[in-house]
């Protein structure tokens, strides 16, 4: 069974502050995706990694896959309130079902 | 583009009743979608993988004959949850695949706003 082990759960911090967000698995994955999910609403997608080592920046997002394509990590710099919510990695597994890790609850204190 | 729809978004229902949950990708064709469910601050489990014009494939613990699945067409799909109860309250999601050609991409799931189900 492959399984996503996300960490830490919950987060709060100070605006500005900078944070990072893990995802770990002993299980390689042929992509890992980021989602943010707002209460009582779907996912949405925020970066593909596909390539081990492969680093995406999206505005104050910084994403990275690790090597070995069974880790990636979530880096935001200079938080804003607007960042608050709950994060999801998600793993492209066999048959191409995604598999989700149980997300990190991150919240922006102004 | 790639846009997935949900109705309703929200049904309160008595024990024992049956609710149907539509998903609907509304600019593209979807050969698969995939129905998740959401309970309370947890993540998202896949309860089973909906093919069109094919039976669903339904993941271990997920009991195929409560939770019917029809994917009709190649922009809908419908999940029945038959003879409610309590237990089955929870946030049920979709996603839609595309179906290949265009320029959305082939690896990517574009999930639905959700459907918030609630048995008494």
């Known amino acids: 069974t492959q399984l996503l082990e996300q960490s830490p759960q919950f987060l709060s911090i100070q605006e500005g502050e900078n944070l990072t967000v893990y995802c770990n698995s002993s299980s390689v994955f042929s992509s890992l995706q980021w989602y943010r999910q707002e209460p009582g609403e779907g996912p949405v997608l925020l970066v593909t990694v596909v390539t081990g080592g492969e680093v995406k920046k999206l505005k104050r997002l910084t994403f990275q896959f690790g090597d070995a394509r069974k880790d990636s990590s979530l880096h935001i710099t200079a938080a804003q309130p607007g960042d608050t919510g709950l994060y999801l990695c998600?793993?492209?597994?066999?048959?191409?079902?995604?598999?989700f890790g149980k997300g990190t609850r991150l919240h922006i204190l102004p | 583009g790639a846009v997935v729809s949900q109705h309703p978004s929200w049904v309160i229902c008595k024990s024992g009743t049956s609710v149907k949950i539509e998903c609907r990708s509304l600019?593209?064709?979807?050969?698969?979608m995939f129905w998740y469910r959401q309970f309370p601050k947890q993540s998202l489990m896949l309860m089973a993988t909906s093919n069109e014009g094919s039976k669903a494939t339904y993941e271990q613990g997920v009991e195929k004959d409560k939770f019917l699945i029809n994917h009709a067409s190649l922009t809908l799909s419908t999940l029945t949850v038959t003879s409610a109860h309590p237990e089955d309250s929870s946030f049920y999601i979709c996603?839609?695949?595309?179906?290949?050609?265009?320029?959305?991409?082939?690896?990517?799931?574009?999930f639905g706003p959700g459907t918030r189900l609630t048995v008494l």
């Open positions: 996603s839609a695949r595309v179906g290949g050609g265009g320029v959305i991409s082939t690896d990517t799931q574009y």
């Open positions: 998600a793993g492209v597994g066999r048959d191409d079902k995604i598999i």
């Open positions: 600019d593209f064709q979807a050969t698969t």
